[in-house]
Structure formats: C-alpha cells, structure tokens
C-alpha cells in the first residue's frame, strides 16, 4: 500500500511522455529585441486552457495540473473531443508566502488551432478553465536540462538581473504572476531539454509593429 503514491505518480509520468512527444502546434510570436543571455518576444492573442493548482513545491503542481489537462485533451469534456498535444505547457507562480515566492499556480496548455474560437468545455470535476490570454510581450531566458524546484528560481533571477543591467531595467509588467515557466520537452528526454522563464514586460514602443 505504501507505494500506492509513487506508482501514481508514475503512471502520470508516463501518460505525460506520450503526449509531449507528439507536439506540434506552438502559440506564434515575433522577436522584437534579442540580447546575448534574453530575447523580448511579442505573442499574438491566443486561448488557452488553464488549471489552477494550490501546491508549494512547482514541479508537483505542474504534475498534477498537466494531469487534469491530459484527462481533458483526452476526451474528459462535454463535447468528448480528443485534444491534440501542443507546446509548450506554461508554468506560471502566483504571489505569495510559499517557499517558491509563491502560494498558488497556474498551468496552461494551448489550444490548437481548431479549438482557439471554441474550446470544448471541460468537465466539471476538472476544474479547468479557458484562459484568453491577450496580446503581450514577454522577457525570455532559456535554458536547458529539468525544470526542477530549485533550477527555476535560480533560472528567474538570472533573467532578472539580465533584465536590471539592460534597457529593459524599469519595462518589467505589473500582472497577476510574477514569472512563468514554459516546458518543451517529454519527460524521457535527458538531453538537449528546452525550458523557458517569461516575464511580462510593457514594449509599447513595439506596438503595432509586430506581423505574423
């Protein structure tokens, strides 16, 4: 009985390794400014669907808030439609008093493109949500390996202190979150992993500017 927890977790390990690897359809954005170490990136409007997940540790709530996506990309909604896989799932840390700054998170998948007008509305045990996320402009760093408790922080400080030494110093966005993470790869890939930290910055001076 006592390995009841750890085999759960992972069986979600392993229905995550095979959705991930089938991704293809990404939301579409344009660089607007590149650094060495960051790149200001311009996303276009998009719907996604989110699952709020009240947990301290980051990686656990992205396993189990990816969990009840899964269920829903699988057929857990009322229209009984089966989702297709996209990338990347994003990660993004509520403000707060837990040990990560934080003391909620939210988890999002994009819709494809079929479903951007019309998702299918998910079951109610679910408790998801359609997130339309409006056009805006994020701070990028990317970085390789596992997205782990301690790596992301690590991660998000350093794209801060990118951001203080250059003109974006004072661009940083007031919104609802303080960070994001956004995660490309299965878990089962060990090498040449893609994760991304984003922050939301004001680059009104780029609007109107962007074409996709």
Same mark, same amino acid.
């Given at each position: 009985? #006592?390995?009841?927890? !750890?085999?759960?977790?992972? =069986?979600i390990?392993?229905?995550?390794?095979? =959705?991930?690897?089938?991704? &293809?359809?990404?939301?579409?954005?344009?660089? %607007?400014?590149?650094?060495?170490?960051?790149?200001?990136?311009?996303?276009?409007?998009? *719907?996604?669907?989110?699952?709020? %997940?009240?947990?301290?540790?980051? $990686?656990k709530? &992205?396993?189990?808030?990816f969990? !009840?996506?899964?269920?829903?990309?699988?057929?857990a909604?009322?229209?009984?439609s !089966? =989702?297709?896989?996209?990338?990347?799932?994003v990660?993004?840390? %509520?403000?707060?008093?837990?040990?990560?700054?934080?003391s909620?998170? %939210?988890?999002?998948? @994009?819709l494809?493109?079929?479903?951007?007008?019309?998702?299918? *509305?998910?079951?109610?045990?679910?408790?998801?949500?359609p997130?339309?996320?409006?056009?805006? @402009?994020?701070?990028? +760093?990317?970085?390789?390996?596992?997205?782990?408790?301690?790596? =992301?922080?690590? $991660?998000?400080?350093?794209?801060?202190?990118?951001l203080?030494l250059?003109?974006?110093?004072?661009a &940083?966005?007031? *919104?609802? @979150? *303080? @960070?994001?993470? #956004?995660q490309?790869?299965?878990?089962f !890939?060990?090498?040449? +992993?893609?994760?991304?930290?984003?922050?939301?910055?004001?680059?009104? +001076?780029?609007?109107?500017?962007?074409?996709?």
């Open positions: 009985m #006592a390995k009841a927890p !750890r085999l759960k977790i992972t =069986v390990n392993l229905l995550c390794l095979v =959705v991930l690897c089938g991704a &293809t359809e990404s939301p579409q954005y344009e660089v %607007v400014h590149a650094e060495s170490d960051f790149e200001i990136r311009h996303y276009r409007d998009a *719907t996604w669907m989110s699952a709020t %997940v009240n947990e301290l540790s980051f $990686q709530a &992205t396993l189990f808030g969990h !009840r996506l899964f269920q829903f990309i699988q057929g909604n009322l229209n009984y !089966r =989702v297709a896989m996209t990338a990347p799932v990660t993004s840390l %509520v403000p707060g008093a837990g040990p990560l700054h934080s909620a998170y %939210v988890v999002r998948f @994009y494809p493109a079929k479903f951007q007008d019309s998702p299918p *509305t998910p079951l109610p045990e679910l408790n998801l949500k997130y339309a996320w409006d056009s805006h @402009y994020v701070a990028v +760093r990317k970085f390789s390996g596992f997205a782990t408790d301690d790596i =992301v922080v690590k $991660q998000a400080a350093k794209l801060a202190t990118s203080s250059s003109p974006w110093a004072n &940083t966005s007031a *919104t609802h @979150y *303080t @960070y994001s993470i #956004a490309y790869d299965p878990p !890939r060990f090498f040449g +992993r893609t994760n991304e930290v984003w922050v939301d910055v004001d680059a009104s +001076r780029f609007a109107g500017k962007a074409s996709f």
